[in-house]
């Protein structure tokens, strides 16, 4: 069966860290990746996607980027962290040619 | 590209009372629809999905949702909720575009009181 890690569960940093947070999926080969973020009492917004070992689509315009150095890893980084990018942060992955998609247990980060 | 409107942010509803969660979605292609439910401060998990076929389409916990076309509809229902149905409800929908990634509504959250 396949399943998907994601770490830290909780992370506090200061304003001006970096960041790296870490997804994998196991059981599984070429899945689709997605870093989605959520901020507080609002819905869920696609940060990066990827169809494959260091291709990478940005969603929309930010602070943070992300890569696949290996098929079933997916990093989301930052090299200055905002408060602005406080939030739940959730990796998923998509099989090839089905579409639904199987999140991790998140990762909470707080910016102070 | 495909969106998503949940047209409610709050529903509380009485234990045992039947429930539905709005949800619409527009789209130029053939879409595939989902509903996530989230406990808090955990991921995501899939109630249930339409990709083909029926309209009606039944999930786990007892949720089944309807695809209307004509509409641009695809509400969640139960018809006797449980104190521990309490979750924040996800609408979805996603196409071929951006690699299949799901376009997400703002959320329902359901509180269901004894």
């Known amino acids: 069966s396949q399943t998907i890690h994601q770490w830290p569960a909780t992370l506090v940093q200061p304003v001006g860290s970096p960041l790296s947070l870490e997804c994998t999926v196991e059981?599984?080969?070429?899945?689709?990746l997605y870093w989605y973020r959520q901020a507080a009492g609002r819905g869920l917004q696609l940060l990066f996607y990827?169809?494959?070992?260091?291709?990478i689509s940005s969603e929309v315009p930010q602070n943070l980027s992300a890569s696949r150095p290996q098929d079933r890893q997916f990093i989301l980084s930052s090299k200055k962290l905002l408060l602005s990018d406080s939030g739940f942060y959730l990796c998923?992955?998509?099989?090839?040619?089905?579409?639904?998609?199987?999140f991790g247990q998140g990762t909470r980060l707080t910016v102070v | 590209a495909q969106s998503v409107t949940q047209l409610d942010s709050q529903v509380p509803v009485f234990e045992e009372a039947p429930v539905e969660l709005r949800c619409n979605y527009s789209?130029?292609?053939?879409?595939?629809l989902f509903w996530y439910v989230q406990y808090p401060n955990q991921g995501l998990q899939l109630l249930l999905k339409?990709?083909?076929?029926?309209?009606l389409v039944k999930g786990i916990n007892g949720f089944e949702a309807e695809f209307n076309k004509s509409q641009t509809s695809f509400h969640l229902r139960k018809p006797s909720v449980h104190i521990s149905d309490t979750a924040e409800y996800f609408c979805?929908?996603?196409?071929?575009?951006?690699?299949?990634?799901?376009?997400f509504g703002k959320g329902t959250s359901l509180l269901v009181t004894p």
């Open positions: 979805a929908v996603s196409g071929s575009n951006s690699g299949y990634a799901l376009n």
């Open positions: 789209s130029s292609v053939s879409v595939y």
């Open positions: 059981g599984t080969s070429n899945p689709n």
């Open positions: 339409y990709l083909s076929g029926s309209t």
């Open positions: 990827s169809v494959g070992i260091g291709q």
């Open positions: 998923a992955w998509i099989r090839q040619g089905a579409p639904e998609a199987f």
